[in-house]
């Protein structure tokens, strides 16, 4: 994330949804930070071991290469690990700030823990895409112009990826799964979006509109 709002402001908030949004904001910052680390380490270790497979190439012991070519693996295993807890925590940050806005939009009372405790897991499919549709003039009363029209196109473009992701299950009506466990083993693709939508959300639009005009 590239920026922190001041949680402590956000008085038109309660204090279990400051804690939720606050608990998940961070969870993402420090995976967004470790899912670069383990794509670089991915990289220097394969870049290590082509190096080594040049020399070992013909040779009788080849025992380094062998190692490194473990660690390869091991490092691919980690960073899907990565790549899936980073999913499972920006979808539900994004699905809890646009909660949060949608309450704020219509001055509904505060979400219930349990309510809480669900919007902070993965988010199903069907229900990230169904919080991705919910347009600007709804979430952001008072919004208009240039400011509303830049919010509309990138939230329909995270509308767009999150369909992408669903993939065949979308052209097929369904998307009543869970991202995670759909998934074979391929790539999430650039989750930078997902953790900059995420942080626009909470950090500008939340920071904004959770707190009372003095």
Request: hydrophobic fraction near 40%; proline fraction near 4%; charged fraction near 25%.
């Amino acid at each position: 994330m590239t920026s922190s709002p001041q949680f402590t402001k956000l008085d038109r908030l309660t204090s279990d949804e400051v804690g939720a949004l606050r608990d998940l904001f961070c969870a993402c910052a420090d995976l967004r930070h470790e899912l670069r680390s383990a794509d670089v380490l991915g990289h220097r270790v394969d870049q290590t071991l082509s190096n080594t497979n040049r020399y070992t190439e013909g040779q009788r012991f080849t025992r380094h290469a062998g190692a490194l070519l473990a660690l390869e693996q091991a490092t691919v295993d980690y960073e899907i690990e990565v790549e899936n807890l980073a999913w499972k925590h920006v979808s539900a940050c994004v699905m809890l700030a646009t909660a949060l806005l949608d309450r704020l939009a219509t001055n509904a009372p505060g979400l219930s823990v349990e309510t809480l405790e669900e919007l902070t897991s993965e988010p199903w499919m069907s229900v990230l895409c169904a919080g991705l549709s919910l347009p600007g003039e709804r979430l952001l009363p008072g919004c208009s112009g240039g400011p509303l029209d830049h919010f509309e196109l990138d939230r329909k473009k995270m509308l767009a990826r999150a369909e992408a992701l669903g993939g065949r299950n979308v052209a097929d009506g369904g998307l009543d799964f869970l991202l995670t466990e759909a998934k074979t083993g391929g790539p999430f693709g650039d989750m930078g979006p997902w953790f900059d939508w995420a942080n626009y959300l909470v950090a500008q639009e939340i920071a904004h509109r959770g707190q009372s005009i003095s």
